[in-house]
């Protein structure tokens, strides 16, 4: 399940599970409300135990909001409890979904790139950030090497390969030195992870530094090679409406 939420206005929560939930508080609606949290702090990540008061019944329905104030930085912190369930196991009514807003410095929330990125290269994209938000971070790494090869092909018009191989990759751009460069770096990624496992003995913030770095070179590619030659072609439309968009 993807740890972030977003709302369709592009805010996004973090989601609690009903096993963070420590203590449970009887509202005076008849449902059961999560009152401590054990999770860790979305402002310092400090991991601690946070006691949430709610407000009085929220004009809509179903939907329970209340605040917490973290006990190592004394930021605030905010609970959403949107629909209601019943627990089998508790033979009681629960919120079906619990977020927390702000979503943590541990998740990364996904770019909403501005058209040009073909879609199943941001739907990879999408999957490599699900993972790293659920700790995954050597598949989320895996997933953008696996997705290079096919920005590369994309980038070069080729129709798509079932698996394109960074010496097929090499051949094609071995005119384009900037691509050059990238793919050379890849393949020696890609040659070590075959023989070592990149992601074996490190700790888990190490791990996370390294996957990080990873997704942030895919953010990049994908606005250098498809959002930046579109914003270019926009405004030179703009300047000069006789200008041919389809001649670059
Ligand atoms: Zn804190």
């Given at each position: 399940m993807e740890v972030l939420f977003a709302l369709p206005c592009g805010v996004y929560m973090q989601r609690v599970s009903k096993g963070q939930v420590s203590r449970w508080v009887l509202h005076s609606d008849g449902g059961h409300l999560p009152e401590m949290v054990s999770v860790s702090c979305p402002h310092c990540l400090t991991h601690s135990q946070f006691e949430f008061e709610y407000s009085q019944?929220?004009?809509?329905?179903y939907m329970w909001c209340g605040q917490s104030t973290c006990p190592a930085c004394r930021e605030e912190v905010y609970i959403f409890c949107i629909g209601v369930e019943n627990d089998l196991e508790r033979t009681e009514v629960v919120p079906k979904n619990i977020f927390l807003y702000p979503p943590g410095k541990g998740t990364r929330v996904p770019r909403s790139f501005s058209g040009g990125v073909p879609e199943e290269l941001n739907e990879k994209y999408k999957k490599a950030i699900g993972r790293f938000n659920n700790q995954g971070h050597h598949a989320a790494f895996e997933t953008c090497v696996d997705l290079v090869p096919q920005i590369v092909f994309k980038i070069l018009r080729e129709p798509p390969r079932e698996s394109p191989t960074f010496e097929s990759l090499l051949e094609k751009v071995h005119e384009d030195s900037e691509l050059f460069n990238l793919v050379q770096v890849l393949q020696r990624v890609f040659d070590n992870q075959q023989s070592q496992?990149?992601?074996?003995?490190?700790?888990f913030e190490a791990a996370e530094v390294r996957a990080s770095k990873m997704i942030d070179l895919i953010e990049l590619l994908l606005e250098y090679f498809f959002v930046l030659p579109n914003k270019i072609s926009e405004l030179q439309a703009d300047l000069d409406p006789e200008f041919d968009l389809d001649s670059i």
């Open positions: 019944p929220s004009a809509y329905h496992n990149l992601f074996e003995g490190l700790s």
